[in-house]
């Protein structure tokens, strides 16, 4: 079946500091990636939405100058958490589109610890 | 009215019980629908997807859809211990790749 790779599944970094997330689709070309964040105990909240070789849209209230994406092929997007703050510490999800057939597939998330 | 309502929970059945948990809508836009779950501290696994009304069964899953009324099931017969997830329910409409997420139903169940 298909497979997102997320990368690193932890990170604890120190304040004002910037931190970058990988996202990789294993087996299959994606035409669009998703970033989520999750809140303990909530559901997934949409940040942005990233096409391959454009720009990503990101959801109101998100600020695209720190939360930096980046989908450069079909199998890679990239999140950069910039000048990082002790609120953006949460849990960090991705998800693929497969080009070829119906269906999301999510990395296994990335909790970030800002100190 | 937000778009998906979903009662977190937490749902705790013994081991053998039938667990049911369900989702409803205000988008009757909404064609495709998704069952996921999530373990703790991973990300979210598609158990079960419905296009449109019906119902899908896939071993102990059994997924209903409908759409008359905006709402949606998820049967899990003979729950084991192993399916203590969170469990979230999810639509997108046809044309528009954006999910949206219920906040998901934490389960337990008890050997």
């Known amino acids: 079946g298909a497979v997102v790779s997320q990368h690193p599944s932890r990170v604890i970094c120190k304040s004002g500091t910037s931190v970058k997330i990988e996202c990789r689709s294993l087996?299959?070309?994606?035409?669009?990636m998703f970033w989520y964040r999750q809140f303990p105990k909530k559901s997934l909240m949409l940040m942005a939405t990233?096409?391959?070789?454009?720009?990503?849209?990101?959801e109101q209230g998100v600020e695209k100058d720190k939360f930096l994406i980046n989908h450069a092929s079909l199998t890679l997007s990239t999140l950069t958490v910039t000048s990082a703050h002790p609120e953006d510490s949460s849990f960090y999800i991705c998800?693929?589109?497969?080009?070829?057939?119906?269906?999301?597939?999510f990395g296994s998330g990335t909790r970030l610890t800002v100190v | 009215q937000k778009e998906v309502e979903q009662d977190p929970g937490p749902l705790s059945v013994p081991e053998g019980a039938i667990v049911s948990l369900n989702c409803t809508y205000s988008?009757?836009?909404?064609?495709?629908f998704m069952w996921y779950r999530q373990y703790s501290r991973k990300g979210p696994e598609l158990l079960m997807y419905?296009?449109?009304?019906g119902n899908k069964e896939d071993g102990r899953f059994t997924a209903q859809v409908d759409k008359s009324s905006k709402y949606i099931s998820l049967f899990i017969r003979d729950s084991q211990p192993s399916d203590s997830a969170t469990y979230l329910c999810?639509?997108?409409?046809?044309?528009?790749?954006?999910?949206?997420f219920g906040k998901g139903n934490q389960v337990v169940v008890i050997p």
């Open positions: 990233s096409n391959e070789g454009s720009k990503a849209t990101y």
């Open positions: 988008n009757s836009a909404f064609q495709y």
């Open positions: 419905t296009y449109s009304s």
């Open positions: 999810a639509m997108s409409v046809t044309g528009n790749n954006r999910l949206a």
């Open positions: 998800s693929a589109q497969d080009r070829d057939r119906y269906g999301y597939t």
């Open positions: 087996d299959f070309q994606a035409t669009t």
